[in-house]
């Protein structure tokens, strides 16, 4: 499989009704830019409102995995995720009228067949997978369920489902990588226990279940008057059972149907990590909170490794490419203003400098002075500095231009600075610089954590004596 990312070329929905809710709905699946994922919208909600598949987002996991951001819920993704990490699409919005997914036939195959009619597209950015240096664990003693994820040059998943029913026993099925899952997995549809089934219809929790989207596994006799129940219910006057075995004597399209079924639901679960992975999960016993709760330990530690991996390897006592006095002669900054120390690596596209923080900053003297934290607009100051630096060293003559402001967005600040801190700047080119014009995006690191974020754009000008020579209004 190509380590590009990939979308679907063209729009295209499919239609049915919720499984728990029977509501109708129309799910249709959209293209999306690079590094997208997947997101849901709830177009039938005024503001149409976007929620993240995201493993911080799942709210509830009794009955199939439900997603809630800022109060719009979208319940029972699973599948339709699954088909998408199944046919290796990595950026899709899933725009949905409608508060739950719709079951079709209790897998994901409808959704995979119609996500192949949009067909699929390669986009220029790489994927980033998360892998795995060391094996990771999940047990949930009460529920006894088990998972472990382990380092592999794929993604592969083996599941052993044990629920103390002869009829089920114990099974076991594996996936040993996503080109099986159109043909082994995506068919398998959901189960239920007939006891279990008995109590959703008593508290009206499936209004679209119908004997077409789900596979009733009987463990015990069926009495007469609950067979005619059933019938009614679901208006079949065929529906039978003989003896312990699956209502209506289902045709399985596996003898392992239901082991592959948990194996599905794991691989819509696991979208919610929010990157393709290259590792090999075993799951014993699995249901959706257990596969929720290590998505959300799985993407605590990918959003680990990715801090790691962005934060720049630099030696702070190696002698720096500029000290204090090399910057003075390139920036018009004196102190107090003055925010860069040293500058460690520079090149045409990044710049990576170093403020040391210590409680004689001036700003310190009326900014929380009992607890000092360095305000954020002087690490944004700091930070564009850095910036002036990388756009200021473009041209022969720096000491005869300035650098000003003309844009900042998505700033974010994760962590305090305090004194005795030492911030590290680490900002890359977005575009190359033209006319003078410097678009970079920054982040700034404290101990190797992030501390502050944002993307800036800034124009140098040139000067002469006082006098500003630009043609163009400069925002300082």
């Known amino acids: 499989m190509s380590d590009k990312q990939r979308t679907i070329k063209s729009p295209v929905s499919i239609s049915g009704v919720g499984l728990h809710t029977g509501a109708p709905v129309t799910l249709t699946f959209n293209p999306a830019e690079e590094n997208h994922w997947y997101k849901f919208q709830r177009i039938d909600l005024e503001g149409k409102p976007i929620i993240d598949a995201d493993a911080d987002l799942a709210v509830d996991t009794s009955r199939g995995t439900t997603l809630e951001k800022n109060g719009a819920k979208v319940h029972t993704t699973e599948h339709v995720l699954a088909a998408l990490m199944g046919l290796g699409i990595d950026n899709c919005l899933i725009q949905v009228t409608g508060p739950e997914m719709p079951i079709m036939d209790g897998s994901s195959l409808k959704f995979i067949e119609i996500l192949e009619t949009a067909g699929i597209v390669e986009q220029n950015a790489e994927r980033e997978y998360f892998e795995l240096t060391e094996n990771l664990t999940f047990e949930d003693p009460i529920k006894k369920v088990e998972m472990l994820a382990v380092p592999q040059d794929e993604f592969r998943v083996t599941v052993m489902v044990d629920y103390g029913s002869e009829v089920l026993g114990t099974q076991h099925a594996s996936m040993y990588n996503l080109r099986e899952f159109k043909s082994e997995i995506a068919p398998c549809r959901t189960f239920v226990f007939l006891r279990e089934l008995e109590m959703l219809l008593q508290h009206n929790l499936i209004k679209g279940g119908d004997l077409d989207n789900a596979i009733v596994l009987v463990d015990s006799e069926l009495p007469k008057d609950k067979l005619d129940h059933l ?184 962590k305090m600075v305090i004194p005795g801190d030492t911030v590290v700047f680490s900002l890359v080119l977005v575009t190359p610089i033209r006319r003078g014009i410097c678009h970079m995006r920054g982040v700034a690191y404290v101990n190797n954590k992030p501390v502050m974020e944002a993307e800036m754009m800034a124009q140098i000008v040139k000067v002469k004596g006082h006098e500003v020579k630009t043609a163009e209004p400069q925002l300082t």
Request: net charge positive.
């Open 231 to 414: 019938r009614k219910v679901f208006n079949k006057p065929d529906v039978e059972v003989k003896g312990r075995g699956v209502l209506n004597n289902t045709k399985l399209h596996f003898y392992n149907e239901p082991a592959r079924h948990k194996l599905l639901d794991i691989v819509g679960d696991l979208a919610l990590v929010g990157r393709p992975m290259k590792v090999h999960i075993l799951a014993a016993r699995p249901g959706h909170a257990g596969n929720v709760e290590f998505a959300k330990k799985l993407k605590a530690l990918a959003k680990k490794q990715k801090q790691e991996k962005d934060y720049p390897k630099i030696d702070l006592n190696k002698p720096p490419l500029l000290n204090i006095m090399d910057i003075m002669k390139i920036l018009p900054h004196r102190q107090p203003m003055l925010l860069v120390d040293k500058i460690m690596e520079l090149s045409e596209e990044h710049v990576i400098g170093v403020k040391n923080v210590t409680l004689n900053e001036e700003f310190f003297k009326g900014h929380f002075p009992d607890n000092p934290v360095m305000p954020g607009v002087m690490l944004i100051e700091a930070m564009a500095q850095c910036g002036g630096v990388l756009v200021l060293k473009t041209v022969p003559d720096p000491e005869n231009y300035l650098t000003y402001f003309m844009k900042i967005d998505g700033v974010k600040f994760k």
